[in-house]
């Protein structure tokens, strides 16, 4: 398998002319890049090492999913001959526990596949040979990259009710191109600068912390994490919409959930054990409508339109008086206080 096309690394182990059955004590190692940018470290004699670093300081991008891409590792002599039969072994770090090995073939080349990591990462690469009855040995360091997407936000803070969008890089800092986000139940993709439309931060009762995430994991990214915190303005056109939700029984129901409904926007909350919920609406300026809609599994679900004046902060009061369903999903009118209680609770409203 020969392709010049794959990143190289060369460590050569010198070889005299054998002259008197004499072998030399120099060993040489480099590799390179696509770049061909090349540095040059000298060690303690007898190891000579050279190395052809990549810009980033010697490093590699992990593969992508079904991707294969072999590091040449190449060995050759003083004069450039290759070194059949030389043992490479891999390691992270300074484990002494290799996680690949390989001999050399007779072009002095072993094709190590380059692997997928979790977090940025330094192996070691340790080469040996037997020169004429004497052990050689040379090593080398180089980190393999995590493939990785980091998501940010173009304001942090955000005030409730107002919009951002989100910002998607990967681990060189580039933008990425459809990448999903994903904030508060809703999914949206980058462009070819990495950036979302727009989302609309929800209405909070006391600055709330968010959780953004992004992913491509197709293209062989890690999911990117961060968050942004929604601030609650205290705005004094906000609404406080509260009340109780109990069945024809009259006893609270406990986890209906509560969505209040406006426009393409909904806010959701829940009762407690008592049956009680709150939640804070601001309305648009000028005011607006919003539907209130009570659900509970086995009950009829139940909703209701208001109106949220724009110029006063006067709290909105509704009590949801739910009637159970049969199996053919009719109203079951069991209980023998439902209607008058039902004029009774609602009229509190």
Same mark, same amino acid.
């Given at each position: 398998?020969?392709?010049?096309?794959?990143?190289?690394?060369?460590?050569?182990?010198?070889?005299?002319?054998?002259?008197?059955?004499?072998?030399?004590?120099?060993?040489?190692?480099?590799?390179?890049?696509?770049?061909?940018?090349?540095?040059?470290?000298?060690?303690?004699?007898?190891?000579?090492?050279?190395?052809?670093?990549?810009?980033?300081?010697?490093?590699?991008?992990?593969?992508?999913?079904?991707?294969?891409?072999?590091?040449?590792?190449?060995?050759?002599?003083?004069?450039?001959?290759?070194?059949?039969?030389?043992?490479?072994?891999?390691?992270?770090?300074?484990?002494?526990?290799?996680?690949?090995?390989?001999?050399?073939?007779?072009?002095?080349?072993?094709?190590?596949?380059?692997?997928?990591?979790?977090?940025?990462?330094?192996?070691?690469?340790?080469?040996?040979?037997?020169?004429?009855?004497?052990?050689?040995? =040379?090593?080398?360091?180089? !980190?393999?990259? %995590?493939?990785?997407?980091?998501? +940010?936000?173009? /304001?942090? @803070?955000?005030?409730? &009710?107002?919009?951002?969008?989100?910002?998607?890089?990967?681990?060189?800092?580039?933008?990425?191109?459809?990448?999903?986000?994903?904030?508060?139940?809703?999914?949206?993709?980058?462009?070819?600068?990495?950036?979302?439309?727009?989302?609309?931060?929800?209405?909070?009762?006391?600055?709330?912390?968010?959780?953004?995430?992004?992913?491509?994991?197709?293209?062989?990214?890690?999911?990117?994490?961060?968050?942004?915190?929604?601030?609650?303005?205290?705005?004094?056109?906000?609404?406080?919409?509260?009340?109780?939700?109990?069945?024809?029984?009259?006893?609270?129901?406990?986890?209906?959930?509560?969505?209040?409904?406006?426009? =393409?926007?909904?806010?959701? !909350?829940?009762? %407690?054990?008592?049956?009680?919920? +709150?939640?804070? /609406?601001? @309305?648009?300026?000028? &005011?607006?409508?919003?539907?209130?809609?009570?659900?509970?599994?086995?009950?009829?679900?139940?909703?209701?339109?208001?109106?949220?004046?724009?110029?006063?902060?006067?709290?909105?009061?509704?009590?949801?008086?739910?009637?159970?369903?049969?199996?053919?999903?009719?109203?079951?009118?069991?209980?023998?206080?439902?209607?008058?209680?039902?004029?009774?609770?609602?009229?509190?409203?």
């Amino acid at each position: 398998m020969k392709n010049k096309n794959l990143k190289t690394i060369k460590i050569g182990l010198v070889a005299s002319l054998m002259i008197l059955g004499v072998g030399s004590v120099f060993v040489n190692a480099t590799y390179s890049n696509d770049s061909g940018d090349s540095n040059s470290i000298s060690l303690a004699s007898p190891v000579i090492l050279s190395i052809d670093s990549p810009s980033d300081g010697s490093s590699f991008l992990e593969p992508a999913p079904l991707q294969t891409i072999y590091i040449n590792i190449h060995v050759v002599n003083q004069f450039n001959y290759p070194v059949y039969d030389a043992w490479v072994h891999v390691y992270i770090g300074e484990s002494q526990n290799f996680v690949w090995e390989g001999f050399t073939d007779s072009d002095g080349i072993v094709y190590w596949p380059r692997p997928n990591v979790d977090q940025d990462t330094t192996y070691r690469i340790k080469v040996e040979k037997f020169v004429n009855g004497n052990h050689q040995e =040379s090593t080398i360091y180089i !980190t393999i990259r %995590n493939r990785c997407l980091k998501v +940010s936000t173009n /304001i942090n @803070p955000v005030d409730e &009710g107002k919009e951002f969008y989100c910002i998607v890089k990967d681990q060189d800092n580039q933008p990425v191109l459809m990448a999903t986000v994903r904030f508060n139940g809703k999914a949206k993709y980058t462009d070819v600068n990495g950036k979302t439309s727009l989302f609309k931060a929800p209405w909070v009762n006391k600055d709330t912390i968010y959780m953004i995430r992004a992913s491509a994991s197709l293209r062989g990214y890690d999911e990117g994490m961060s968050t942004v915190t929604i601030h609650n303005t205290n705005s004094p056109l906000t609404h406080k919409i509260y009340g109780q939700v109990r069945d024809y029984d009259f006893i609270p129901l406990k986890n209906v959930k509560i969505t209040i409904i406006r426009g =393409s926007y909904s806010h959701v !909350t829940y009762t %407690n054990n008592n049956g009680d919920y +709150s939640i804070w /609406i601001t @309305p648009e300026e000028g &005011g607006e409508w919003v539907t209130i809609k009570a659900s509970l599994s086995g009950y009829i679900t139940q909703s209701i339109k208001k109106w949220l004046d724009g110029t006063s902060t006067d709290p909105i009061h509704v009590n949801f008086w739910f009637i159970q369903e049969d199996g053919n999903g009719d109203q079951n009118f069991q209980g023998q206080k439902f209607q008058g209680q039902q004029q009774q609770y609602q009229n509190q409203q």
